[in-house]
Structure formats: structure tokens, C-alpha cells
């Protein structure tokens, strides 16, 4: 998601100090479109503005509108976010998701109302999809840079993931007859050094591959153990020696 | 991922208000289990009380502890965040799949540093995994308790699109501080077989422990591997004799 096609548009904020706050969660994550639907006053005043500190550009950047219907009319794909989880309502993710495809071409808007109130009926009609922040029923409410901060989150994350799919559990794990060939040689060093039975070594060996299966060695991983696995078998074969020869 | 498996761990937060603020994002992700590690003053007092607004409980329920190592050590999984992209680093997501995993039986523990200078070294050598929320490099830096809220949106996620009757990886992960006893087994055995180097054990050994923890290994597991050690110290004490006294 092209972050220049995504618009973040508050309505009748309640307080500057959270525009400023929202500003700031924007430019965490890379946003910087902003529209303020009928602030209580504009620009806002030096002691809020601090709130937005180091993001001062998305702030004086921001655009003022009369009306929701004017802020998102230049919009392809428009949003609201909702405190209540509605019937087909969507996930943050899932409006990433599909922000992503849409907005290729267009540019989406996510709307966040009062924080007291939420948004009127009109204004819910001027957006096509509700989109619901999933927080626990016992605290539910977020305030508005929290919730600017988690939709600008996975809008992000759908950006930096996009077009490669999920990615592999780690790009660097050793194969498995790598692995192998370390156990072979920690085998025959816990051998040298007295440690796994000569009648049934390979008992205790399958409760070490498990375990390192398990963790998935790096091939790095796999080269530390071989050199653990050749210094334990020299200090086995010279302390397991009749002690006439060492 | 049962909230009550995961544990929120504050290092050293740098101001009162800010463990609120967290207790708060905490509470909105349905998370109660809070440790703070070297409060400068504890209980906090009444004026930064107010930040943690109806997440009074989880404040009040947090437990206070003289060092990190005290706070995980009876978790099975311990991941730091980081507010550097690390080489190999999970990201948020990551983190909740694999919590998810690991968190069946035992608890998960995730760390968060002083907010301006982050966690020691000896700190970050007791974590698992490294994780950082990737936000955008031009405003790279998040408040405690957004990143708090983050990684909960993340943790909580994981839970509701998990069905819970899944069953977990594995029954009987070892709790970090079994893994430490073991671990600091397997340190003095393999500096007796010359495989550390006696100036700077510590950065494999760090290596050992990530490879291990990626695995969770199981109380067995980590027996065989203090059994394991004391063979290896054994004969790394007689090889590294001089000859002569051999």
C-alpha cells in the first residue's frame, strides 16, 4: 500500500492534543495524508502541537474540511473505523488486505470519529466498510493515536509484505543431512568421551536430533557443533587412555 | 495464546506514567500479567495511577522484581523487543505465532527495555529471540505503551484466530531458568575442554542458548544435556592436565 494513497481523516476530534498524538502514530508508520473534518479550532495551539513532536510535517501538512462527504470525495475506498464490532464488520488486517489491492490506482481513506460520540448516521453512510480495532469487551476503548497506530500498523505491514507471500519460517535453516553430519560427529565425540553407551548409543543420540530438529540449526549453528563435537572427542580420547599412556 | 501464559516484563521504565499507560494497553488486549524490573519508586504514586484508567487491577496485581533474570525465570520463553531492526530478528506477528506455539503449557515472557537506552547486554543474552516492530525508519521510536499495545494487538490476534482446543507444540517445556542452570553447566564444561574461549565465553555461549530455546527443550532434554556436561568436563579436566601429571 502506496502510504501516499492512503488519507488518515479524523472528525471533530475532541481534543488537538490528539491530533497531534495521531500525528505522530501517522509518521511511525510512514503515513503522512491528513484530513481534519471540522476541528474546534485550526491551526492548533503551540502546547498541543508539541505532542506531534517529529512529526510536525504530517501536522502542517494536514488538510481542513467542512465536511466529511469533502474530505474523502477525492477517495476511491473509504473506511470508518468503529468502537463496536458491527455485523460483517472488517479487521484492521483485513482492511489492509484489501486496501492494498484497491488502492493501487485510487486513494483510501480511513475515518476515525469523535472520540466521545463516533460518527453520525450520515457520516457512516459515506463509508463503504466498517472497520473494527478487535480490543478486549472488559476495556474496549482505545484513544485516537492508539487506534490511528494500530490501522497504520497493518497498513504498513501489508506494504512491507506485499507481493512476496508469508515468508518461510527462516530463510537460512540447514538441511537435514547437514544436520546429519554434525550429529555423525557429535555421536562419535560422546562416544570418545564416555558419555553415550557403546552397546546403544543411538537411544540418547535420537533425543538430541529431536531436540536440534526442533530448533531448526542455521548452517552457522550446525559448524559450531561440529568444532564443540571435535574438541569433546580429542579431550575424551586422551582422558578415556589407560592412565600408564596418556 | 492464554493471557494468563503471557507475562509483560518492564526494565527499568523510565518514568511512573509510562507503566500506567502500558497496564492500560495491556487491559485493552484482554493482557493482566505484568512484572516491572527496578521500579525507581513502587507502588507509584497517585497522580501517575491515573494513566492506568480502568486497568487498575493489572497495575495493582503487578509483581516487582530485582532483576530480569528474577522475572523470566520461571517462563519457557522470553523475547525482547528491540527498537533496532536486528539481523534475525521476529516481527510482532512472528512473535504471536510463535508464542502461540510454545505458550500451550508454559509462559511467555516478553521484555521491554529502559525507553531511552534499552536493555543491558547481560539482559538481552537472556532472551530468547529479539523482536522488533517495524515502524518507519524516519520516526522510528514508539511510547512504551504503544509498543506494549502492538505486540497485545498481535498476542490477541493470535488468539482469536486460533481455535484454543489446538493442541499446543509440546507438554513440558523447562522453565528459562532450568535452561540457565543447564546452560551454565554446559559454559564450565566446555571452557574444561578448551572449546570457549576463557577471554570471551559468553558470545557462543549466547549462539548455544538461542539455538536451544528455539527448541524448548523439555526437562529431559535439558537433564541429558547437564549429564552431557559433567562427561565432557570430566575428561576436558584429565586431557588439559600437563602431560606429566596426567
Known sequence: ??????????????RAAN??????????????RLWVVEPKRWPIEREDRCLAYGAWDVLDAARVAASLA?????????????????????SPRRLAAEAAQRAG????SVVFGPE?????????????ELVHIPTDPAQPSLNLAQAVLLIGYELRLARLERPSSEPPRRADAAAAGELERSLGELR????????LDPSNPDRILTELR?????????PRELTLLRGLA????????????????R
Not at 500500500?1 to 475532541?14: C, H, M, N, Q, T
Not at 491530533?19 to 503522512?32: E, F, I, P, Q
Not at 469533502?70 to 472488517?90: I, K, L
Not at 562419535?188 to 558419555?195: H, I, K, P, Q, R
Open 105 to 108: 490506482t485510487g486513494t483510501a
Open 70 to 90: 469533502e474530505a474523502v470525495s477525492g477517495s476511491t475506498f473509504v473506511a470508518a473505523t468503529s468502537g463496536r464490532a458491527a455485523a460483517g464488520g472488517w
Open 230 to 245: 571435535r574438541q569433546v572427542s580429542w579431550a575424551g580420547r586422551i582422558a578415556r587412555r589407560p592412565a600408564g599412556t
Open 19 to 32: 491530533v497531534a498524538a495521531a500525528c505522530r502514530a501517522m509518521k511511525n508508520m510512514g503515513l503522512s
Open 188 to 195: 562419535a565425540a560422546l562416544l570418545d568421551v564416555g558419555y
Open 1 to 14: 500500500v502506496d502510504p501516499e494513497r492512503i488519507a488518515i481523516v479524523l472528525v471533530r476530534p475532541s
Open 116 to 128: 466521545a460520540s463516533g460518527l453520525l448516521r450520515e457520516e457512516l453512510d459515506l463509508c463503504h
Open 210 to 218: 529431536r531436540l536440534l530438529a526442533r530448533a531448526g540449526p542455521t
